[in-house]
C-alpha cells in the first residue's frame, strides 16, 4: 500500500469513527444526520457543476457510499449532464411540483445517489423551502453536497438556507472575484459556515490574480486550486466525471486533494 492510499484510508477511517462514535454503557447515541454541503457561485461558467459533481464522486469512493449529490439550480439545472443523464426519470422538479415523495427522485449514477433536474421543465421557478424537503433524506447518507444556481437571487438564497455549509467557487481574474464577494455577503448574511474557496480554471496567464492576492481579496482560505484541463471538457462530453474518466489528469488530482480537504474538516467538526 502506498502513502497515498493509506493517508485516504486514515482520513475516512476517522471520518467514519465521527459519524459512529464508541458510546458508553447505558448512553445511547442518536446517529449523525447528514452535512449538507453547497457549492455557490456568483457568476456562471466557472466551473461550480464541475466541482460539485467530482466532489461528490470523490466522496462517495472515499466513504463507499452514503454521499447525495443535488441540483438545486432549478431555472437551468445541468448536474446530470456531468453524468450521461440527459433525461432522469424523475427529477427534483417532480419533487417540488408534489408529484412524487423526494425518496422516489433518487437517480443512482454510477452507484453514487444523485437528486437531478429536469432540464426540459419550463415552468417559473417560485420560492420553495429546499431545506424541508432535504431534511426528509438526511438520516438517510453521511453527505449531502449540493450544485446551486450562480447568482445572489431568490432561487440561490433557498439553496443556501437548506446547507450547514458552503464552498465557493471562482476563478483567477479580477471581475469573478470582485463579484465572489457577494456571495460571502450572502453566506454571512444568513449565518451558513464558509469552508473555503477554490479557484478554479487556472490557465497560468500572466494576468491572473495569484493565489495569495485572491486569499487576501475573499478572506477565506483556499481549498484547492484546479488548472484549466482539456480532460474536464471532454469528461463532460462523454458524460462522466474527470475523476473517473482521466483520474491522473491535472484537474481530477486536485479534486481528489479537494475530497482529501473536506473530509479533514468535516471529521474536525
Known amino acids: 500500500m502506498n502513502k497515498k492510499t493509506h493517508k485516504s484510508r486514515e482520513r475516512r477511517t476517522k471520518f467514519l469513527r465521527a459519524l459512529k462514535p464508541e458510546k458508553e454503557p447505558g448512553i445511547e447515541i442518536k446517529p449523525r444526520k447528514a452535512i449538507i454541503i453547497g457549492v455557490f457561485s456568483c457568476k456562471g461558467g466557472v466551473g ?119 464552498i465557493i467557487v471562482t476563478n483567477p481574474y479580477i471581475p469573478t472575484v470582485a463579484s465572489t464577494i457577494k456571495t460571502f455577503g450572502a453566506a454571512e448574511r444568513y449565518k451558513i459556515s464558509v469552508i473555503g474557496t477554490i479557484v478554479n480554471q487556472i490557465r497560468g496567464e500572466p494576468f491572473e490574480l495569484r493565489m495569495e492576492d485572491v486569499r487576501k481579496a475573499l478572506g477565506w482560505p483556499i481549498l484547492a486550486a484546479i488548472p484549466e484541463d482539456s480532460k474536464v471538457r471532454e469528461a463532460t462530453s462523454v458524460g462522466v466525471p474527470v475523476v473517473r474518466h482521466a483520474p491522473d489528469s491535472p484537474a481530477a488530482k486536485r479534486f481528489l486533494k479537494l475530497c482529501d480537504s473536506v473530509l479533514d474538516h468535516i471529521g474536525k467538526m
Do not use: Q
Not at 82 to 102: A, C, Q, Y
Not at 109 to 121: E, K, M, N, Q
Open 48 to 166: 461550480k457543476t464541475t466541482t460539485a459533481a467530482n466532489l461528490s464522486t470523490c466522496l462517495h469512493n472515499a466513504l463507499d457510499g452514503g454521499v447525495l449529490v443535488v441540483d438545486a439550480n432549478l431555472t437551468a439545472p445541468n448536474l446530470g449532464l456531468h453524468f450521461g443523464e440527459m433525461n432522469p426519470k424523475n427529477t427534483i422538479h417532480d419533487v417540488l411540483t408534489n408529484k412524487i415523495p423526494i425518496e422516489k427522485a433518487i437517480t443512482k449514477c454510477d452507484g453514487l445517489h444523485a437528486l437531478l433536474g429536469s432540464i426540459a421543465f419550463g415552468e417559473d421557478v417560485h420560492s420553495v423551502d429546499l431545506r424541508s424537503h432535504l431534511d426528509i433524506l438526511r438520516s438517510s447518507y453521511k453527505v449531502i453536497i449540493l450544485d446551486s444556481a450562480p447568482g445572489v437571487g431568490p432561487e440561490v438564497v433557498s439553496a443556501m438556507k437548506a446547507c450547514d455549509e458552503v
